[in-house]
Every structure is written in structure tokens, then in C-alpha cells.
């Protein structure tokens, strides 16, 4: 266990010892390169373009731990702000990085408050069921992910100092959909979370899909490095994309964001630029409005009266809402339909006809909190998966989607338990081992092994929730948690893998 905890301290040492400069790991942002491990085994499918009403694409792109003012200062930062806008008023949900990037993917971060392994069940749904059931297209991209539908951590030469040792570039906490079991456990799905190979190879065959995720690695996210180092790389791999009409034309809209702030002691507000051919030509080079006022070397300091100069909230689940209102889609009945924290882009809801709300300085939350919140990603403050609002109503307009053999509708609310002191593993934190060896994405040409290698997994793990049900006990002598049908629950989700 120490050595365990010692190892994972080693990298971050290591990178604090020497300040890194940047340096491509490809040739180009759209050729394949031996840095990123994995070949590509061929493009996506081109899929029919599903219209929205403002865009056809939608590409976020997700920096690391920066304050508004830091990139604020960065020439490079300013250079495309101009060609786009500048939301001022955009925010993190809370802290540290991996609660950002799930609450953007499902409207609520489950109480998550660090950034562990979790694999969240099969009943939370995502925006991947949400766009899959208007069949707009999807993938992921994460730079110096080994293989397609990749779980773990990876360590792998360092490129920028080969006499360095190796180097962890790619983290799974960074990678949004593969946290959610309904994606990792669907080889289909799982095939769309792929690396930057995959990127130039998708990229090239005009293959890109219609909502994009893209995490830089640690390097070129700012998450190792600094804005400095960022700034190279946006010039080395933005800049060039955005003329690169494979990737942007007059139908794409493209975030760039961070996850969250670095100084935890002040609002979670980050430097958000809204890109692409789809921003309207008159606001390119605009700030939206603010419920904040900037002023030298400080962060937003808000505005005491609700009349002072004031806009609604963005937040990552102002991603979510805008999507939806964009595809029309049906909602999640999460914070994506929280009107005070998912405002639709302004730009878009003028294009669409829908009205923002626009908080009382009062009723905006500070969201620099963290490890605070009970749910099913908090061991210490545990409840299970609670039910989403089924009758919410969000910016897409289409019902909430949620599955309705595994979701108890019921199960609104939960006396939370902290497992840590009752000896118990948090059910949430159990790694399913899914693989997909063999499978391509989209390939249904073999669906006996497609099954076969699901019930495998299926019945692999519901064997272990079974065994954990009757005899509480599990290898470190801890139990698993055995609470109100979690473990029938738990086994007919696995069920529905099949
Ligand atoms: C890998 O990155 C290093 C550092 O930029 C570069 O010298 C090398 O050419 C890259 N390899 C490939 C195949 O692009
Ligand atoms: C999605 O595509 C499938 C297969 O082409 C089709 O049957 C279905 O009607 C489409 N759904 C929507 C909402 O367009
Ligand atoms: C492509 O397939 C090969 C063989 O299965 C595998 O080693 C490689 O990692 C795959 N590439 C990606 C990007 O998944
Ligand atoms: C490369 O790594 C080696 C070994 O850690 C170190 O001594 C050297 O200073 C590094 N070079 C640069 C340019 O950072
Ligand atoms: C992109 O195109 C614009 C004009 O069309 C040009 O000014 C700019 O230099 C180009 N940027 C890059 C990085 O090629
Ligand atoms: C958008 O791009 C398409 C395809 O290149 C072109 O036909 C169309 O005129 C463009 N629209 C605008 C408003 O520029
Ligand atoms: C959050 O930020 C506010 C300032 O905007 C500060 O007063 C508060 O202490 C911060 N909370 C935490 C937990 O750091
Ligand atoms: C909203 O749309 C109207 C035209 O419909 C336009 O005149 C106005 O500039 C737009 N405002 C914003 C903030 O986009
Ligand atoms: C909506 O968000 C606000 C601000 O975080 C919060 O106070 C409120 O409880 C949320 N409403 C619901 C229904 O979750
Ligand atoms: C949960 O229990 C553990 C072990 O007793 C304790 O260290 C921790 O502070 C508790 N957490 C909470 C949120 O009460
Ligand atoms: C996944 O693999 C790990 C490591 O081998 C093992 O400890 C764990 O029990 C496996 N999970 C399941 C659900 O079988
Ligand atoms: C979702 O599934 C988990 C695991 O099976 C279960 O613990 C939880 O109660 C379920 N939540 C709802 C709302 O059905």
C-alpha cells in the first residue's frame, strides 16, 4: 500500500524538479505519431449529419487547473478570444478535476470530491444516450491514450525528454465516458473514446463526429505545466484546426475550457472561448456580459445588487443544456435542467428563441466547494445512485431519459452512510474490467463474440456482488456495501449488459 502511494507520488516529483517546454508529439495536429502509442485501426464511419439549430458540431476541449486571470494574461489566450467569444461568466462545478468532467457528461458529479477511480452504474444515463437517440454522432479523443476504450492510467516514454524516464501522459480521471459503466461496458460505445491517432486518422476521412470531446495530456492540458506551455500548444494545435475545414467550418461551434480554477479560495470561474465558423461575425472578439465585475489583478468579484449589470450563470452543465436545446434532445433531470447554473449560450438561445434565466447575485452558488457533497461517489458521506427528476423539463425540450428497468424511480432521496467507518467498499469504486479486445467500433459483424465477451464480464462481476451479498466479505477484508436492493440492483444493471 505505501509503495502503491509512494509510486503515485513519483511522477508529480519528478515533473516539479525540471520546468518543461513544449514540444509537438506529432508532426501536425492531424498525422498520426509512434508518441501516441496505439495505432489507429481505421476511421468512424462517416455518419449522416443529424441538423441543430445553430450548429452542426460541437467540439469542447478541456484544459486543466487555471485561473481566469492567468490565461487572461497569455497573448496566445487573447489571440483567440478575439476570434470568438469570450464567456466571462463561465465556471467549474466544484473541485478537484475529475467531479468537472463527469458533471459535464451526467449534470451531477455523485458527491465525488477527489480524483479516484470510480465506474459509476449502468442506470446513469449520460449525454451519450441523449444524442445517441437523435443519432447525432459522438467520440471522444484522448491524446496519449495507449488503445481505443483504454481504462487505466498509462506511463509510456517521455517524448519531450527521452533520458527522462517514462512519463505518465494520460489519466483515466481526465476521460469523462469511460467512467460510466453504460459506455465502458458497450464495446460500441467504449470504441468511441480514442486517441489522438484515431483524431488525425477521423479527421482526414471527414469522419469527425458531431459532438466532440477532446483532453490534451497532462502536458498540453496546463495540468503539469503552466499557461506558457499551454499557450504553445494551442498554437501548435488549435490555431492551425481552426482553418482546417475538416474540423471547422460554418457549422461548427467549439469550447474551450478548463475544468476548474486553480486557487480554490475564489469563485471557480474560467477562461471559456466559444470558436468556430458557427459564432456569429458581429460577436467574434466579444465578451459575454457578466454577473461579475473584473477589475486588476483580482477574479470576479461579485456584484452585490441583483440590478447591477447581470447575466445568467454558464457553468459545464451549461454544455450540456446547450447541446440539448440545440439537437432538441431530451434531458438527463440533473443540474442540465437547473435554469440558475446550465444557462444555454447566449448567442445560441437569441438564435433559438429560449430564455435564459438571469440569477439575483444572491442565488449564484459559490462553486469552489468541494468533498462536501453526499452521493454515490462519496464514500464517507454515501448514498446510492438516487433517481434523476423524471419530469424536468430542460433546454432541448424532449423528455428526461432514463433507463426504466434499472432506475427506481422512487429513489429520490437516501440517509447517507459513511462506508469508511462501517468497513464497507464503496460498490461505485469496484473496477468492472471490461475489454474489448477484438471488437471494432461499429462492427456488429460478430455479434456472438460481442455477447459472449459482455456476459463474461457480466456475470464475472454480479458473481462477486453476489458473493460480497452473502458472505460481506471481499479480499481486504473489507465488505460490500449491502444496502436497500443495491446489490439486486447492482446485478440487474450488469444483467442489462447482455
Ligand atoms: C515525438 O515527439 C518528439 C518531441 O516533439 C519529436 O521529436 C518526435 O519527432 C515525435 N515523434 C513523432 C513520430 O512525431
Ligand atoms: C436513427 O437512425 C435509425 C437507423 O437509421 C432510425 O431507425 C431511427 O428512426 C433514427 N432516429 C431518429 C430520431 O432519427
Ligand atoms: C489497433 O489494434 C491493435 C491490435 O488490436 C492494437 O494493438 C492497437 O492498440 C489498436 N489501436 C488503437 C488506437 O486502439
Ligand atoms: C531530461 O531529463 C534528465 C533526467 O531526469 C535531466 O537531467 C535533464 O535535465 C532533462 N533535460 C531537460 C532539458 O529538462
Ligand atoms: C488561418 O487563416 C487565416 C486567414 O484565413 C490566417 O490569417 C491565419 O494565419 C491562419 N492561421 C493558421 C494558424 O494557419
Ligand atoms: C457555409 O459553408 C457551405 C459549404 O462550404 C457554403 O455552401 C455556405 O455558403 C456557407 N455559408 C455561409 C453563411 O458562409
Ligand atoms: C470560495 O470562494 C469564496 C470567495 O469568492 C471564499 O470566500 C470561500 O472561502 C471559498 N471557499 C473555499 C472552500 O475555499
Ligand atoms: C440577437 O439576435 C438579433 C437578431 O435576431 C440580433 O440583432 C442581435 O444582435 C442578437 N443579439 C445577440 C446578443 O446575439
Ligand atoms: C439549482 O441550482 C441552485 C444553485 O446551485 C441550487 O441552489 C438549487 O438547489 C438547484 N436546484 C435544484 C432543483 O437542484
Ligand atoms: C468516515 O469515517 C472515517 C473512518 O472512521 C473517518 O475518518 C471520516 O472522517 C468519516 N467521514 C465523514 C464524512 O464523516
Ligand atoms: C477487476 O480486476 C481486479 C484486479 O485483478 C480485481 O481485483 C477485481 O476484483 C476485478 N473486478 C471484478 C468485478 O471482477
Ligand atoms: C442505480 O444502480 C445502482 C447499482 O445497481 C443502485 O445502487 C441504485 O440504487 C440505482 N439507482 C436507482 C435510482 O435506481
Known amino acids: 500500500m505505501l509503495s502503491l502511494v509512494l509510486a503515485s507520488l513519483l511522477p508529480a516529483l519528478a515533473h516539479a524538479q525540471t520546468v518543461q517546454t513544449f514540444a509537438p508529439p506529432a508532426a501536425c495536429p492531424v498525422c498520426v505519431s509512434g508518441n501516441y502509442t496505439g495505432m489507429s485501426n481505421g476511421s468512424l464511419p462517416v455518419a449522416p449529419v443529424v441538423a441543430g439549430k445553430s450548429y452542426d458540431r460541437f467540439i469542447t476541449i478541456w484544459l486543466e487547473n487555471t485561473d481566469f486571470a492567468s490565461?487572461?494574461?497569455?497573448?496566445?489566450?487573447?489571440?483567440?478570444?478575439?476570434?470568438?467569444?469570450?464567456?466571462?461568466?463561465?465556471?467549474?462545478?466544484?473541485?478537484?478535476?475529475?467531479?468537472?468532467?463527469?458533471?459535464?457528461?451526467?449534470?451531477?458529479?455523485?458527491?465525488?470530491?477527489?480524483?479516484?477511480?470510480?465506474?459509476?452504474?449502468?442506470?446513469?444515463?449520460?449525454?451519450?444516450?441523449?444524442?445517441?437517440?437523435?443519432?447525432?454522432?459522438?467520440?471522444?479523443?484522448?491524446e496519449n491514450m495507449p488503445y481505443d476504450g483504454f481504462a487505466g492510467d498509462y506511463a509510456q516514454t517521455n517524448y519531450l525528454n527521452a533520458s527522462a524516464g517514462s512519463y505518465t501522459y494520460y489519466k483515466r480521471k481526465h476521460n469523462p465516458h469511460i467512467i460510466f459503466n453504460s459506455v465502458a461496458s458497450n464495446p460500441n460505445r467504449a470504441l468511441r473514446v480514442r486517441n489522438f491517432n484515431d483524431f488525425a486518422v477521423d479527421v482526414n476521412a471527414s469522419a469527425?463526429?458531431?459532438?466532440?470531446?477532446?483532453?490534451?495530456?497532462?502536458?498540453?492540458?496546463?495540468?503539469?505545466?503552466?499557461?506558457?506551455?499551454?499557450?504553445?500548444w494551442l498554437s501548435y494545435w488549435l490555431e492551425p484546426l481552426l482553418n482546417n475545414t475538416q474540423f471547422n467550418n460554418n457549422r461548427t461551434l467549439i469550447q474551450l475550457t478548463f475544468d476548474e480554477n486553480e486557487s480554490y479560495t475564489i469563485q471557480n470561474t474560467v477562461y471559456t472561448v466559444l470558436l468556430g465558423g458557427a459564432v456569429p461575425e458581429n460577436l467574434r472578439g466579444t465578451n459575454d456580459s457578466t454577473f461579475c465585475e473584473w477589475h486588476a489583478n483580482e477574479l470576479c468579484r461579485r456584484v452585490a445588487a441583483p440590478e447591477s449589470p447581470a447575466d445568467s450563470v454558464d457553468t459545464h452543465y451549461s454544455m450540456m443544456s446547450s447541446t440539448q436545446n440545440n439537437w432538441g434532445l431530451g434531458?438527463?433531470?440533473?443540474?442540465?435542467?437547473?435554469?440558475?447554473?446550465?444557462?444555454?449560450?447566449?448567442?445560441?438561445?437569441?438564435?433559438?428563441?429560449?430564455?435564459?434565466?438571469?440569477?439575483?447575485?444572491a442565488e449564484i452558488?459559490?462553486?469552489?466547494?468541494?468533498?462536501?457533497?453526499?452521493?454515490?461517489?462519496?464514500?464517507?458521506?454515501?448514498?446510492?445512485?438516487l433517481a434523476p427528476n423524471v419530469s424536468a423539463v430542460g433546454a432541448g425540450g424532449g423528455s428526461v431519459f432514463y433507463n426504466s428497468s434499472s432506475t427506481n424511480t422512487s429513489l429520490t432521496s437516501y440517509t447517507a452512510q459513511n462506508l469508511t467507518a462501517m468497513n464497507l467498499v464503496n460498490p461505485d469504486t469496484i473496477n468492472p474490467n471490461y475489454t474489448y479486445v477484438g471488437f471494432n467500433v461499429d462492427n456488429t459483424s460478430s455479434p456472438a463474440a460481442i455477447s459472449a465477451s459482455s456476459a463474461q464480464h457480466a456475470s464475472a462481476a454480479a458473481t462477486s456482488g453476489a458473493s460480497a451479498a452473502t458472505t460481506s466479505k471481499a479480499s481486504a477484508g473489507e465488505k460490500t456495501v449491502a444496502t436497500g436492493g443495491v446489490l439486486g440492483a447492482l446485478a440487474l444493471g450488469l444483467a442489462m449488459l447482455l
Open 71 to 142: 490565461a487572461a494574461a497569455s497573448s496566445v489566450f487573447q489571440s483567440i478570444a478575439k476570434q470568438g467569444i469570450l464567456l466571462t461568466n463561465y465556471n467549474g462545478v466544484t473541485h478537484p478535476s475529475e467531479p468537472n468532467y463527469v458533471a459535464a457528461m451526467a449534470g451531477d458529479f455523485f458527491g465525488m470530491g477527489d480524483d479516484n477511480n470510480y465506474y459509476l452504474p449502468s442506470n446513469v444515463s449520460s449525454m451519450v444516450d441523449l444524442l445517441e437517440a437523435k443519432n447525432v454522432s459522438w467520440a471522444s479523443y484522448q
Open 331 to 361: 434531458s438527463l433531470g440533473r443540474q442540465d435542467t437547473n435554469k440558475t447554473v446550465a444557462a444555454v449560450w447566449n448567442f445560441q438561445a437569441n438564435q433559438t428563441g429560449y430564455t435564459n434565466y438571469v440569477p439575483s447575485a
Open 208 to 232: 469527425l463526429p458531431q459532438h466532440v470531446w477532446i483532453t490534451p495530456n497532462l502536458v498540453n492540458d496546463a495540468h503539469d505545466t503552466d499557461v506558457t506551455f499551454v499557450s504553445a
Open 365 to 385: 452558488p459559490m462553486l469552489n466547494l468541494t468533498t462536501i457533497f453526499p452521493g454515490a461517489a462519496n464514500t464517507g458521506i454515501w448514498t446510492p445512485i
